[in-house]
């Protein structure tokens, strides 16, 4: 069954740092999302892409954050220099229609 | 104010039995659906079952069933003979809004840690 695929599965980078969080969707998916999920804490929505476009952000999604489909296959997270609070797991998902999205395994982020 | 709530934050269930995970939602939006996920220890969130709001029957999924009472505003799971593999968080999330993209940008409860004992 395909399945959404993220790179790294564990990433720790120090405050200040720019560091890119990478996803591939399942093919035929056209919807994108990011969320995040801080350790012990609910699940967050934080962006969801369209027709290589950011469709709907959360507040959270500052200007820190950036999104990209630099090609037909990647989709990627973008935190410009990252803060402490940037630690949590990072989940891109996708998903085609009205389906259920399909979630990746996401990556670790740890900020030190 | 919260849209979705779980108020069980854990629970002990022994193999073989049923265990049904609460969960209560708040939208006034006509169009809306709700999903459970399980997430394992290893962090995956993995999809489980979906409840549309102009869904006349309860939605089931093999060993898992929601239990939509929405007059009251709850969609309960209920897994049916418990294995050892079940041990997860459970979370109740809800999408509002008929459009595709609205499909996507889910807003999630707290979850229910599951333990399924010997």
């Known amino acids: 069954e395909p399945e959404v695929t993220q790179t790294p599965s564990h990433q720790v980078t120090q405050m200040g740092q720019e560091v890119i969080l990478r996803c591939v969707p399942i093919s035929n998916h056209l919807y994108f999302y990011w969320y995040r999920q801080i350790l012990g804490q609910k699940v967050e929505f934080l962006v969801s892409f369209y027709n290589n476009e950011i469709s709907e952000k959360s507040e959270i999604f500052d200007d820190q954050f950036s999104v990209e489909r630099p090609d037909g296959s990647n989709f990627t997270l973008k935190i410009r220099s990252t803060k402490l609070e940037d630690s949590a797991m990072y989940f891109c998902?996708?998903?085609?229609?009205?389906?259920?999205?399909?979630f990746g395994n996401g990556t670790r982020l740890t900020v030190t | 104010a919260q849209k979705i709530t779980q108020t069980q934050p854990g629970m002990f269930v022994q193999e073989k039995e049923a265990v049904t995970l609460d969960c209560t939602y708040d939208t006034s939006d006509p169009s809306y659906g709700l999903f459970w996920y399980k997430q394992p220890s290893s962090g995956e969130m993995i999809f489980l079952i979906y409840?549309?709001?102009?869904?006349?029957q309860n939605a089931t999924e093999g060993r898992y069933s929601l239990n939509f009472q929405k007059a009251r505003k709850s969609a309960n799971l209920v897994i049916s003979a418990s294995q050892l593999g079940d041990s997860a968080m459970y979370f109740c999330a809800m999408r509002e809004g008929g459009a595709t993209d609205s499909w996507g940008k889910l807003q999630f409860g707290a979850g229910t840690q599951v333990v399924v004992t010997p």
């Open positions: 998902a996708s998903k085609s229609g009205n389906s259920p999205l399909h």
């Open positions: 409840q549309g709001s102009y869904d006349q």
